[in-house]
């Protein structure tokens, strides 16, 4: 069974840094593509950062380049997002999603249930 688990989320002040991660099981980790989404309080979901299976590609949102760094560790089944210069409207939950293959496709086959990131003083 393919499971997501993401973590790190919580309340930092604007400016602040924090690094989701997300733990991955039940498929071969380092063979699929992965990406973040959010969905900010009350409005639809906002595709945020991809990695492919690799990790020598990726790919950002123009809201959080230069702020937001995706990595993974394939030998530890593990996804990440180090996010820097928090600002209040990255407050979301946010999702770690698999692609159904190497690289982006058009779309997501699992996610995970999410982990809150709120940015305010």
Same mark, same amino acid.
């Given at each position: 069974e393919v499971q997501l688990v993401e973590s790190g989320g919580g309340l930092v002040q604007p400016g602040g840094s924090l690094r989701l991660s997300c733990a991955a099981s039940g498929f071969?980790?380092? %063979? &699929? !593509?992965? @990406?973040?989404?959010?969905? !900010? +309080? #009350?409005? #639809?979901?906002?595709?945020?950062? /991809?990695?492919? %299976?690799?990790?020598?590609?990726?790919m950002y949102a123009d809201s959080v380049k230069g702020r937001f760094t995706i990595s993974r560790d394939n030998a530890k089944n593990t996804l990440y997002l180090q996010?820097? @210069?928090?600002?209040?409207?990255?407050? !979301?939950? &946010? &999702?770690? !999603?698999? /692609? +159904? #293959?190497?690289?982006? #496709?058009? &779309?997501m086959d699992y996610w995970g249930k999410g982990t809150l990131v709120t940015v305010s003083s």
């Open positions: 071969t980790f380092s %063979s &699929y !593509a992965m @990406s973040w989404v959010r969905q !900010a +309080p #009350g409005k #639809g979901l906002e595709w945020v950062s /991809y990695i492919n %299976s690799g990790g020598s590609s990726t996010m820097n @210069s928090l600002k209040p409207e990255d407050t !979301a939950v &946010y &999702y770690c !999603a698999k /692609y +159904p #293959g190497t690289s982006r #496709g058009s &779309y």
